[in-house]
């Protein structure tokens, strides 16, 4: 069974940094997975962040370029996403997840995620 466990999220300052973590603990997921990550603020739609396919490609949504990068490391079993310049709007829920084999590169707009880590909370004080 594939577990996706995130850690790293937390109450930091506007302008700070933070770096997620997300590591396929039973070490299930194929090598060739597409992981990406995703983040859901109160009231709104879970909307997708970075990706990063088998072979290191990335893919960033707009409003992250530049200020996000997302990694992993050589045994493709923890992706991270390094976060500069937090900005308020920054705050929410965020969510790794293991795109479909496939799914096709770059991923979007709709995204096929087959699994979901937990959720690992960041919020921003101004």
């Known amino acids: 069974q594939v577990q996706l466990v995130e850690s790293g999220g937390g109450l930091v300052q506007a302008g700070a940094s933070l770096r997620l973590s997300c590591t396929d603990s039973g070490r299930t997921l194929s090598p060739y997975t597409s992981m990406a990550w995703f983040r859901q603020a109160p009231g709104k739609e879970r909307e997708f962040v970075a990706a990063?396919?088998?072979?290191?490609?990335?893919f960033y949504e707009d409003f992250v370029k530049g200020r996000f990068t997302i990694s992993r490391d050589k045994s493709k079993i923890t992706v991270y996403l390094q976060m500069y310049g937090l900005k308020p709007e920054d705050a929410a829920v965020y969510y790794c997840?293991?795109?479909?084999?496939?799914?096709?590169?770059?991923?979007?707009?709709?995204?096929?995620?087959?699994?979901w880590g937990q959720g690992t909370q960041v919020t921003i004080s101004s």
């Open positions: 997840g293991a795109l479909r084999l496939g799914s096709g590169w770059p991923p979007g707009p709709s995204y096929e995620v087959d699994y």
């Open positions: 990063i396919n088998w072979s290191g490609l990335t």
